[in-house]
């Protein structure tokens, strides 16, 4: 069974601290993972990674994937009050049912 | 500007009802999909679509019922036989080739009383 495990399911921090959230996966068919970012109802792509070892960035967000370990990182610097959020992690399944297979989830919550 | 919508918003329904979530996008997308999400639970698959007049099962699919009849619309039954029907509901869809990328609606919220 394709498995998604997140860690942790929930973390509190202050504002300016950097935040590391851990994804790891077991598919039988890997094609890419998913970082999304859920604040109220609908979740936004925030990235996609395919190949080991190549860092993506988008503002204080950067995000990369180790194939060998099964694992991926989302790194959030400087966070601020609006990083608070659900961050979902998910794996897109190949071998003819492409689908997605989701984590439960971080919950980030940054205070003031 | 181009978007899914998902609807009713918030939604109550008696036991032993049938009710019909409605999903809409004006993307073009060819794939849709419903998701299913309970509190500190992740997304469950429950249909999904890559094609007109064609879905296939999630994951959690029991006590669900879908149609694809056109390509803007994916319509979600909750019947009577899903025994846990109390949760939140999210529509998505995708580019033809990019199941990954998707694009969420707002979502709905169903109650069983």
């Known amino acids: 069974e394709d498995k998604v495990v997140q860690s942790p399911l929930s973390l509190v921090v202050h504002e300016g601290d950097t935040v590391t959230l851990n994804c790891s996966y077991e598919?039988?068919?890997?094609?890419?993972l998913l970082w999304y970012k859920q604040e109220k109802k609908a979740p936004t792509f925030l990235f996609m990674l395919?190949?080991?070892?190549i860092e993506k960035k988008s503002g204080r967000l950067s995000s990369i994937l180790d194939k060998k370990e099964l694992s991926s990182i989302l790194n959030i610097t400087a966070t601020q009050t609006g990083d608070s959020a659900i961050y979902l992690c998910?794996?897109?399944?190949?071998?003819?049912?492409?689908?997605?297979?989701f984590g439960k989830g971080t919950k980030l919550t940054v205070n003031p | 500007d181009g978007g899914i919508t998902q609807s009713p918003k918030y939604l109550f329904r008696k036991e032993g009802q049938n009710v019909t979530l409605s999903c809409e996008q004006n993307l073009n997308h060819d794939a849709m999909y419903w998701y299913r999400q309970d509190p500190g639970q992740g997304l469950r698959l429950i249909y999904y679509s890559q094609i007109v007049n064609d879905f296939q099962k999630g994951d959690i699919a029991e006590g669900y019922s879908v149609s694809r009849e056109k390509k803007e619309s994916f319509p979600l039954t909750v019947t009577s036989a899903q025994k846990n029907p109390t949760a939140f509901y999210l529509c998505?869809?995708?580019?033809?080739?990019?199941?990954?990328?998707?694009?969420f609606g707002e979502g709905s919220r169903l109650t069983v009383l």
């Open positions: 598919v039988t068919n890997f094609r890419s």
């Open positions: 395919t190949s080991s070892g």
């Open positions: 998505a869809s995708s580019k033809r080739g990019s199941t990954g990328e998707l694009f």
């Open positions: 998910a794996v897109e399944v190949g071998g003819g049912s492409e689908k997605l297979v």
